[in-house]
Structure formats: C-alpha cells, structure tokens
C-alpha cells in the first residue's frame, strides 16, 4: 500500500505579518511550522502504514528550508520526502498549487508505484481556504472524501474504503473505491511521538528535491503567479468593537427569572427581533 501525504510549511500563525503593498504573506523572518491540520493526516496515515504495510511519501511544495518540515514529518515515521522547490511556483493561488502538486504526485505515482490514498488536511492556517484537496482530487481523477472523522474500513483485495464523514446535522458514512483523496478533519487523532530510530533516519535521510521540469511541468504559465487568477484585493485586521459587554445581575433569580430577564434585555436592545420570533412560534 502506498500512501502520499501532501504537507505544507506554513508560518507561525501568531507571527504572521502582511506586506503592505503586494498584500501577500511576508515570510521572511517568521517562524515555520508544519500545518497543524496536515500532522492528523500524517498521524492517519500513519495508522493506517502500521496496520496493513506499505509506505508513506511525503510531499509538499515550498522554499529550500521546507525541508526542514519534511525532515520532522520523517521523524514521525514517513518513509520519504519529497521537496518540490523552484521560484516558478513563487506566489501560487490554490488553483496553480493544485496543478504543481498533482503533476508532482503523477510523478511519484511513476517512482514509487501509484499511490492508493493521498492524505491532506482540511485546510491550512494561512489560506483558509480548503481547495488544494479537492483541487487534486479533480486534477487526478480521484474519488475526493472530505472532512474525514474516521476510516472505518479498508479492504484491499475489493479495493475499497469506507469512512465517516462530519457534515452539517450530523455523519456521513461513505463507502468508495481506491485510489482517493481524503482530507482530514482536526481532533481526529494526535500526532505520535516519533521514536529515536526514526529520528536519526530522518536526520541521515535525503530529501528528493524536484524542480519544475524534474516534476514533469511543461506549461509554466500554470504555475507561481502566471498560473494564478486570484487577486488579493484587501488585506486587513477586524475593527475592534467599541460596544461593550451587557452585564445582567442574576443574583438570587431562578432559572425562568434569568431567562425573562434575558429575553426582557434582547428585545430592549434589538426590538427588531420581536417579530421574527413570534412568526416562529406561531408556526409550531
């Protein structure tokens, strides 16, 4: 079974600062760490490499100090690493990301043998936007499973997999064929301490660094900012709120007394709502 895990190194998200003129995020000078959401797709990954064999690539795209991150995630356990590193993927939108990292694990499809699961995170801390999943997915051809919870079942031999889903009102249990994409949701599990032996192998290991044309990128008009239509308009920080908190004294009230004087006190400050809530009770 061969497992990849897309990783990205992302900045210490309470360090971040934004460059007034391009409106990109400055990374120069801020710390790095692996995106929290990618180590519980590492940890799945993982789990699942213990129990039915196989190995685990590593990806991500990024600068040359990426593969620090790539060396950590070795440490955790990941048999390999692979660094796609090359200044035309500089400024990749989620779309120009997908198109990279997809070619790439084409690539490592034709290396190590075609993976049967490709593992992300739900999103990153920096971009929030949960498209580099799907957007792979997509490029790739694969069944696309996300905001995994749990991977209730994998059967080899029938080339199947079923999982539980965390969707609105509730879960989701899908059952689908291999290869896939999942992305994993946060607090499904936590990330192992990596053991001494891993560790020194981490530290010894080499990193596959791969350029453009080493993945086997021919158009680079699809890549870095070339290959990315989205503009950042805006970037700014919330206007703190003037308003202050509402004390309401509860001191010896009931239960039906706190919630009177509640609804007493919403009604006071927004009477708009009056009406909306008795059109709702009336339709009970």
Same mark, same amino acid.
């Given at each position: 079974?061969? @497992? #990849?895990?897309?990783? +990205? $190194?992302?900045? %210490?998200?309470?360090?971040?600062? =934004?460059? *007034?003129?391009?409106?990109?995020?400055?990374?120069?000078?801020?710390?790095?760490?692996?995106?929290?959401?990618?180590?519980?797709?590492?940890?799945?990954?993982?789990?699942?490499?213990?129990?039915?064999?196989?190995?685990?690539?590593?990806?991500?795209?990024?600068?040359?100090?990426?593969?620090?991150?790539?060396?950590?995630?070795?440490?955790?356990?990941?048999?390999?690493?692979?660094?796609?590193?090359?200044?035309?993927?500089?400024?990749?939108?989620?779309?120009?990301?997908?198109?990279?990292?997809?070619?790439?694990?084409?690539?490592?499809?034709?290396?190590?043998?075609?993976?049967? @699961? #490709?593992?992300?995170? +739900? $999103?990153?801390? %920096?971009?929030?936007?949960?498209? =580099?999943? *799907?957007?792979?997915?997509?490029?790739?051809?694969?069944?696309?499973?996300?905001?995994?919870?749990?991977?209730?079942?994998?059967?080899?031999?029938?080339?199947?997999?079923?999982?539980?889903?965390?969707?609105?009102?509730?879960?989701?249990?899908?059952?689908?064929?291999?290869?896939?994409?999942?992305?994993?949701?946060?607090?499904?599990?936590?990330?192992?301490?990596?053991?001494?032996?891993?560790?020194?192998?981490?530290?010894?290991?080499?990193?596959?660094?791969?350029?453009?044309?080493?993945?086997?990128?021919?158009?680079?008009?699809?890549?870095?900012?070339?290959?990315?239509?989205?503009? #950042?308009?805006?970037?700014?920080?919330?206007?703190?709120?003037?308003?202050?908190?509402?004390?309401?004294?509860?001191?010896?009230?009931?239960?039906?007394?706190?919630?009177?004087?509640?609804?007493?006190?919403?009604?006071?400050?927004?009477?708009?709502?009056?009406?909306?809530?008795?059109?709702?009770?009336?339709?009970?």
């Amino acid at each position: 079974m061969h @497992i #990849v895990v897309c990783m +990205k $190194q992302v900045p %210490d998200s309470g360090q971040i600062r =934004v460059h *007034p003129v391009t409106n990109t995020i400055m990374r120069q000078g801020v710390p790095t760490i692996i995106n929290p959401y990618d180590l519980f797709a590492l940890e799945q990954a993982l789990q699942l490499r213990d129990k039915l064999g196989g190995t685990i690539t590593m990806l991500t795209m990024g600068p040359q100090m990426a593969e620090d991150s790539l060396r950590k995630a070795m440490a955790f356990g990941a048999d390999r690493a692979v660094l796609l590193t090359d200044r035309f993927f500089a400024g990749s939108d989620t779309l120009a990301t997908s198109f990279a990292l997809a070619t790439a694990i084409r690539k490592v499809g034709d290396t190590w043998g075609k993976p049967d @699961i #490709v593992f992300t995170g +739900k $999103q990153t801390i %920096d971009g929030d936007t949960a498209q =580099v999943g *799907p957007g792979i997915a997509k490029r790739l051809d694969l069944h696309q499973l996300t905001y995994v919870a749990k991977i209730a079942e994998i059967d080899l031999a029938g080339r199947s997999i079923t999982v539980e889903r965390r969707a609105e009102g509730g879960v989701q249990v899908l059952r689908t064929q291999l290869p896939c994409l999942i992305t994993m949701l946060e607090g499904t599990n936590s990330i192992r301490r990596g053991s001494m032996a891993d560790t020194l192998r981490a530290a010894r290991a080499e990193v596959v660094k791969w350029s453009a044309a080493d993945a086997g990128i021919e158009d680079l008009t699809k890549c870095g900012l070339r290959g990315s239509p989205t503009v #950042v308009k805006r970037v700014f920080a919330p206007t703190a709120r003037e308003e202050k908190a509402h004390l309401i004294d509860t001191t010896g009230l009931g239960t039906d007394q706190i919630a009177q004087a509640l609804m007493t006190e919403v009604l006071t400050r927004v009477p708009a709502i009056e009406g909306d809530l008795q059109r709702a009770a009336a339709s009970y």
